[in-house]
């Protein structure tokens, strides 16, 4: 069964900072990687979406690397702002299923 | 706002009642799904329909039953819920339901039974 973990937790950081959220997974066959956000009470909003052929993906500020014989990703943010403080999430298709298969994400805080 | 919709936003239940939750999209996707948000814990799939079929339960108590009468709208039917059952009800879809395709979410419905 897949098994994603996020690293850290939560993550508090002053504005302007450049910051790394990581994500790991346990098996490397997966269709694609993609990362989320979601504010306090809400849905998921898709930031970025790696294929599994690709090795990164970009968009804006946002940078997301895929290291799939490692089972390893990275979302990058540059000069963050408070604006950016939400939560953080990890997902992966498999090639067993339909299922993105999540991890508990990485809280972050950007303070003014 | 994205092209996922659900309805209702919030929602308030007894253990005895029986309510529906709706979720429709508009981006002309053919595969929809239900996933469960708790507290602490990852989102996890509960069920997921590709052109109407029901492809995956992923062992979801039968007081949970969906229903999905095309492709453009998803159901979940709650009866005789506990109160372990109050979480954020999130749909999302995408295009088939395998293969490298981005699933799109809506804002979910928070459920709450008591």
């Excluded at chain 1, 504005?15 to 269709?31: H, K, M, Q, R």
């Excluded at chain 1, 898709?46 to 090795?55: E, F, G, K, V």
């Excluded at chain 1, 690397?65 to 939560?87: C, E, F, H, N, V």
Aim: hydrophobic letters at 30%.
């Amino acid at each position: 069964k897949q098994e994603v973990t996020q690293i850290p937790a939560a993550l508090s950081v002053p504005e302007g900072e450049n910051l790394v959220l990581n994500c790991s997974f346990t098996d490397s066959a997966i269709y694609n990687l993609q990362w989320f956000r979601q504010d306090p009470g809400k849905g998921l909003t898709s930031l970025l979406l790696i294929q599994s052929s690709q090795r990164e993906q970009t968009s804006g500020r946002l940078n997301a690397s895929l290291d799939k014989s490692s089972g390893r990703s990275t979302l990058y943010i540059a000069a963050s702002q408070p604006g950016d403080s939400a939560t953080y999430l990890c997902a992966v298709l498999s090639n067993s299923g339909y299922a993105l298969n999540f991890g508990k994400g990485t809280s972050l805080l950007v303070t003014p | 706002e994205t092209g996922v919709t659900q309805t209702p936003r919030h929602l308030v239940m007894g253990m005895t009642n029986k309510k529906s939750l709706k979720c429709e999209q508009h981006l002309g996707h053919n595969a929809m799904y239900w996933y469960k948000q708790s507290a602490k814990k990852p989102l996890e799939l509960m069920f997921v329909y590709s052109l109407e079929e029901r492809v995956e339960n992923n062992s979801v108590p039968s007081r949970f039953s969906p229903e999905c009468p095309n492709s453009s709208h998803l159901f979940l039917h709650l009866h005789t819920l506990q109160p372990e059952d109050s979480a954020l009800y999130l749909c999302a879809s995408s295009h088939t339901g395998q293969g490298s395709y981005e699933q799109y979410f809506g804002p979910g419905t928070r459920l709450t039974v008591t």
